[in-house]
């Protein structure tokens, strides 16, 4: 009982907090988009519209309120799952934004398995050349590693992969010809609950190259933290004990150094990670893949207000969401943060 | 003997040599150097475009549609090979690096000013005013920044000006953040006591005492910022949120070049190389600054 209150009162100020910032980016995102000087229904108007049909517009939409009215409207709707109609697609944003989010999440957990393993091996490796002459090199290459954004591995893999050798499918989730059943929508789960194997395989390969590129371009950040808080955790006594008592150099590397450089990188991915989720727009518009991303550049091209706000709305929640998940996990894991 | 020990040993120095002038820190390290070469490359490139690029950027030449690049033949040639409307890619690339270069000055400077107005504000006024500066930061940093600033794009309209807008808009938390932690410390010093003893004015104790001290942090961050710019701005551009179409910009043409891709693929890497190589001029001009300013790496002897 004392255990469940100590948890509640950890978990209840970060839940609060997180709905407190998603009333506070609704807030600006209404605001960015209602105060800036744009025509919030100039896409909806047929051409050639009079002014007294524009007016009808207006007041179907309730554009004719004052702003503070408008936002309450629009937020009262959004706590009943109502984001607003699409100007373009003509229905309920709230269908197309669920649908999307499955693509989504599946695109960012694939690449952080890759980042993280990526990020994790080259951390290790730079802490293992720490001293030697490759040690320079290896901070340089990490250098220009980092300098490399996502859409620009995702260009390269497109390139290399795609067009020159043709190994792999860069289009989409899913060949257009396979038919999978949606359940969940994460496809790989889909096709592997029917047993279509060649779905899941051919799933499996669309994927490969977006996750590479998002996956790419986050190792290098986990790299860095990883290795100087190695090189931290290294000079530690307990460290130096470890090996006293005749710990092996690996077993002392994997046992108690990784362990305590677990955490500043555990918080450093979260964040991360939360700019990654933001980073899948781009590479979804290049590969086409059916995400939130994908609806937001073409709610953006198409100047569908409702779409966007929505969009962007679901990538907050995602990032909030991503951070408390990371805060909660440091929290299980380092006892000393509880405190306070 | 006392002499001895109190006095140094004189350096010989070679009658004609100059004066040896004690360096402050180590000299800028080799990547600075590579970081800062690109840069005045990038710079020079992006001024002299004009008279140094082979053809105006949106001249077609329709007898040379999707070029390799070629060195030799029947002029005109096209250096850097042809778009699919046949304009030539060597040009078009030195004229978009001028779209480059002003949006990364430009944003890097304005998120600069605006996120250290406030950092400093937050940073000295302590209470309220910082509970307020950094609840804001922290709203802002819950939006990924590529979706706020499309976002903003939708709202601001196209255009290089609303695009720079646009990054100061997203990015001066960056600054902010960063300033205001390291006013924080810097406040408690002693030789900020002191002015505050003889009686400057706050303005002053600022701008002469802690300002000093938070610049070699600002100068690093506005080189990787710039770097951050040119990236945000080919994103927008790519997917046509930045500038009207016939600007040429880095983006435009990788977003021009996609649908000739399986037979040009060059017209796609090239303004993509020219992205990657300004990208990590100035992160590695900014690493450089870094290891060659901040005082507290250098104490540590830490260079990484």
New interface residues.
Partial sequence: MKRMTGILRLVVPRLLSVALMMFLVSVLVFAALRLLPIDPIGAALPPGATEAERQLIMKEFGLDRPIVEQYVMWASNLTQGRLGMSINLRTDVGAPLAAAIPATLELVMAALAVGITLGVGGGLALFAVRGTAMEPLGNVVTSILASIPDFVWAIFGILSMGVWWRALPFIGRIDSGLVVHEVTGFMLIDTLVAGQWDSFANALLHLVLPATALGLAFAPMVTRILRSSLLTVILEDFIHFARLRGVSEREVLLKHALRNAALPTLSLIGVQAGFMFGGTLLVEAIFGWPGLGSLMVTAARGGDMPMIQGAALVYCLGVLLINLIVDMASLALNPRLRKS | MSEDILVRPAIETPADAPLAVPARGPKLPL?GWIGAILVATLVLVALLAPWIAPAPPNDMDLLALLQWPSWSGEPPLHLMGTDHLGRDILSRLMWGARIACVVAFLAALGAAIFGTILGVIAGTMGGRVDWVIS?MV??W????????S????????TGVGNVIFAIVLVDWTRFCRVVRSEVLVIRTQNYVAAAQLMGFGHLRIMWREVMPGVMPTLITLMAMEM?IAV?VE??LS????SVAADVATWGQM?ADARAN??EM?WA??AP?LA??VT??GF??LG?GLRRRLDPRLLARGDT?
Avoid: H, K, Q, Y
């Fill in positions: 990547e609840r922290e709203l940093m819950s939006f990924p920044p590529v979706v706020l499309l976002l903003l794009m939708v709202a601001l309209g770097g990236r080919a994103v790519f997917v046509g949120m990788i891709m399986t693929p796609m890497l993509v992205i990657v990208v990590i992160n590695l690493d990484t």
